[in-house]
């Protein structure tokens, strides 16, 4: 696939921050970071709004009842609980958009090289299931698409989110032309795993150093491949402040891990998407998020 790296022309990112959630007080969803990322960015690249993705090409990845089940307001109090956050209309709007942004980072990718979603991420989605935070699969839908269309067949998911891609290796994990990796806490959440092509569980505590040469082995494995695209969640929850994350990185150790899988993706159109990040003061994630957006400028 031909790609072309573009120096000159003004870098575009997608943001869905303007479609926030209503939560009950002191829920612990951080809602108000994507939109405090939007304002720390928006001055060094153009921030365009997130088209919601339609029904039919979430459809081709999530289960029919699924999809109407969370369109017409029926999920089960029991999957309200799973996913972590409350029904409502601008939940579903801000799903659909969430997907549309990294869809339009993926053909941003593919014309130019890189793309970049601030927001995404979302890997505990599966098939037939919506949790941990996660409506809809954005990386596992835009594959798809992109397949229909004939743009691209083979993919690598390097998920670096604290957390294991569950969903996305229920969706991809068995699909001989994607590649999944995830790199997560051997302690965290999802405590029931679906594997995904190589799975690194990383004990509490690791730290910067063991964490980037664990990165840069899981690479050598999962980038023996070709592929037509490269997604790469650049979770900020293995931060050592984060209130989830176990992994005690900082943010100079994280910089280095945008650094090391960016560089290693280099010559794959690269889509970035934010997944987690759970500071106690959301302006810590966004300088996590923020510099991996000046990674992805830096490298481009
Ligand atoms: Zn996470």
Request: proline share 4%; hydrophobic share 40%.
């Amino acid at each position: 696939m031909a790609m072309t790296r573009s120096l000159n022309i003004a870098f575009e990112v997608w943001s869905h921050d303007r479609w926030s959630i209503p939560l009950p007080d002191g829920h612990k969803f951080p809602i108000s970071k994507y939109t405090l990322l939007r304002e720390r960015v928006q001055d060094r690249v153009i921030v365009r709004e997130s088209d919601a993705v339609s029904w039919e090409t979430l459809a081709l990845v999530h289960e029919q009842d699924l999809l109407d089940r969370i369109r017409t307001g029926q999920m089960s109090i029991r999957e309200q609980r799973g996913l972590g956050l409350p029904w409502s209309e601008t939940l579903v709007e801000r799903g659909r958009r969430s997907v549309g942004g990294t869809m339009a980072a993926a053909r941003r990718a593919l014309e130019h090289g890189v793309g970049m979603n601030l927001g995404g991420g979302t890997h505990h989605a599966g098939r037939d299931f919506a949790r941990g935070y996660c409506l809809f699969n954005d990386v596992a839908v835009t594959l798809a698409r992109l397949r229909e269309e004939g743009a691209v067949r083979s993919a690598v998911v390097v998920d670096c989110d604290v957390h294991q891609g569950d969903g996305t290796a229920q969706i991809l994990g068995q699909d001989p032309d994607a590649f999944t990796l995830s790199l997560h806490g051997a302690r965290n959440y999802p405590f029931q795993r679906i594997p995904s092509d190589l799975d690194v569980d990383l004990p509490s505590g690791t730290g910067d150093d063991d964490y980037l040469a664990e990165l840069d082995r899981a690479l050598d494995v999962a980038l023996s491949g070709a592929y037509d695209i490269a997604f790469y969640l650049a979770g900020a929850d293995p931060w050592e402040g984060d209130r989830l994350g176990r992994l005690s990185l900082t943010k100079p150790g994280l910089r280095a891990r945008d650094e090391l899988v960016l560089t290693r993706l280099r010559g794959i159109p690269t889509v970035v998407v934010l997944a987690g990040g759970y500071a106690p003061d959301p302006n810590d994630t966004v300088d996590i998020n923020a510099a991996t957006l000046d990674c992805v400028l830096a490298l481009r």
